[in-house]
């Protein structure tokens, strides 16, 4: 008896066309799900450095020094944001007088991603922004 390669035999095809598929339906899962979250935490972080930046403004336009200043920035952004650090220094120019000036203010949190890691991105992602607010004469 003769055997003859069965080169027409197609009974694992299914399974490589499901792989394949699957793979591509993670990879687009993971960018819909964790792009939103990021985005979230993004808009998330901008109003805590927005309401940081005024807060720090109110502040020295009261003249509560540059302690007060960063230390009603920084509990502010906290309480919009309850993992929100500092990502660089605040810059307060010309410094925290009552007569004028102009603070920036930089905070940033980390958010976890869900379905990234399962294709090879690593987690958590740093998401960061920065805001400025002025106080003083027109």
């Keep these: ?10 009974s694992g095809a299914t399974a490589v066309i499901v792989a394949l598929c699957l793979f591509v ?3 687009m899962l993971a960018l819909t799900v964790d792009g939103g979250l990021l985005w979230t935490k993004y808009r998330r972080i901008r109003t805590a450095n927005d309401a940081a930046a005024l807060a720090a403004a109110y502040s020295c336009a009261k003249g509560e020094g540059l302690g007060g200043a960063e230390a009603q920035a920084t509990s502010i952004a906290q309480a919009n944001v309850a993992n929100a650090l500092p990502s660089q220094p605040n810059a307060y120019s010309p410094g925290c007088v009552v007569e004028g000036g102009e603070v920036t203010v930089y905070f940033g949190g980390d958010q976890r991603l869900l379905f990234g890691p399962a294709i090879g ?4 992602k740093p998401v960061a922004a920065h805001a400025t607010a002025m106080w003083g004469g027109a």
Excluded: A, K, T
């Excluded at 008896?1 to 197609?10: I, K, Q, S, T």
């Design 25 to 27: 339906i993670v990879g």
């Design 1 to 10: 008896m003769r055997m003859r390669p069965r080169l027409d035999d197609e």
């Design 121 to 124: 991105v690593s987690s958590p």
